[in-house]
């Protein structure tokens, strides 16, 4: 399948300018990192005009990220990845996936002209059962491609490679894997469900519980979350302000944002400790400080202090926060490119 503007591989001799990319392809967001030239970062949305007439109103044959968010009602929207996973069961939702990754390559390569290497992080849920919607994806325009589990590009990237555990706290879900000094395997990585969708659900359900005449919606309360989100003691109250009977008011919602905050937090601390804990035990300790936290729900106020306290229950206990959570997953792919053995690659 071809997507209008994908950018097409350097076909036979003429190859141009080699270049490798960093891809981290999320649910909520997607960014890509290129060997040279700027990064570029994507909300994970696809769009195409629902008919003619939003066809004619806006111009354009498929829209992406925040433009399609907000053009939503004249089109049909489509979020590639779910719960980590890519939603491939339509044409249209593989089309999206195409669309978005062959998005992401234009950023990079506008004329199609370069030979491109491609590693693509992505949630470790997806990633056995994701590789054939990717590799389809990128064929076109990929000729050297490696998929990788999105926490271990982290730990990659960060220059974490042994005795350490990366706690990727994305959208669709929260990917943990221990480093040790080798590619880490499947006995390495876990993914528990309540990750960043979980809050905005919990949060939107709290408030349309105490406000059932308000029309708050999803996205809303998304922005309120990554604006003002906190576990534990709150710095300050957090008032926000949304309709009720189609007039704005102001509301405190700190305690339903606290608690939305909050829930992810049991299947945090379960996961932490569980797979440390089926670690040889004498590096144990060594792991449990040596814990990272990245994606944008490691921006959530309080959060490694919290992980931290729970932790050192066990023994002693590190918890610290990657400086950079939007591009970590697309730098630490590309660092991998940049590194990798050519057995390693898959020619497309
Ligand atoms: N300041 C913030 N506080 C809390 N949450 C935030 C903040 N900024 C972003 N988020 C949340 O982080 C999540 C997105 O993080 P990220 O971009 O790492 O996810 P993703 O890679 O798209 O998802 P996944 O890894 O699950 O596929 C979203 O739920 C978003 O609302
Ligand atoms: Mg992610």
Redesign the pocket.
């Known amino acids: 399948m071809t997507v209008k503007g994908k950018p097409k591989k350097a076909s036979g001799g003429s190859k141009g300018e080699s270049l490798n990319v960093g891809i ?1 392809l ?5 960014a890509i990192a290129p060997s040279k030239g700027s990064r570029h970062l994507v909300d ?1 949305y696809v769009g195409w005009p629902k008919d003619f007439v939003s066809a004619r109103v806006l111009g354009k044959p498929v829209l992406f990220g925040a433009e399609a968010l907000e053009h939503r009602l004249s089109l049909d929207l489509y979020r590639p ?1 779910q719960h ?1 996973v890519i939603k491939e069961t339509t044409d249209r939702e593989q089309e999206a996936v195409d669309a978005l990754i062959g998005h992401l390559l234009e950023t990079v390569d506008p004329e199609g002209k370069k030979s491109l290497r491609a590693v693509v992080g992505v ?1 470790a849920q997806a990633l056995t059962q994701s590789k054939l919607a990717i590799r389809n994806a990128v064929s076109d325009s990929v000729d050297a491609l490696m998929i990788v589990s ?1 926490p271990f590009a982290v730990a990659y990237g960060q220059g974490f490679l042994d005795n350490a555990m990366v706690v ?6 929260v ?1 943990f894997c221990i480093m040790h000094g080798t590619v880490p395997n499947d006995e390495d990585q876990r993914t528990s469900l309540k ?3 979980h ?2 659900e919990e949060l939107l359900e709290a408030l349309t519980d105490r406000y059932p005449e308000s029309s708050i919606n999803i996205n809303m309360v ?1 922005e309120f ?2 604006r003002w ?1 906190f576990v534990g003691k709150p710095e300050r109250r957090v008032q926000v302000e949304f309709p009720i009977d189609g007039k704005m008011v102001t509301h405190d919602i700190t305690d339903e944002l606290g608690r939305a905050c909050e829930s992810i937090l049991p299947a945090l601390y379960e996961h932490t400790a569980e797979l440390i804990a089926k670690f040889d035990p004498q590096f144990q300790d060594a792991i449990r400080q040596n814990i990272i936290l990245a ?3 490691s ?2 106020r309080g959060l490694a202090e919290h992980l931290e306290k729970a932790m050192t229950e066990y023994g002693p206990a590190k918890v610290t926060t990657v400086s950079d ?2 591009y970590a ?1 697309a730098d630490g792919a590309l660092a991998l490119a940049k590194d990798m053995p050519a057995e390693y690659w898959e020619e497309l």
Not at 168 to 173: E, L, P, R
């Open positions: 981290d999320g649910t909520s967001r997607s994970s990845l980590g949630p999105e990727d706290i994305g959208a669709g879900t990917d990750a960043g969708d809050i905005d998304r979350k990554e989100s994606g944008g729900g921006q959530i959570p939007i997953g």
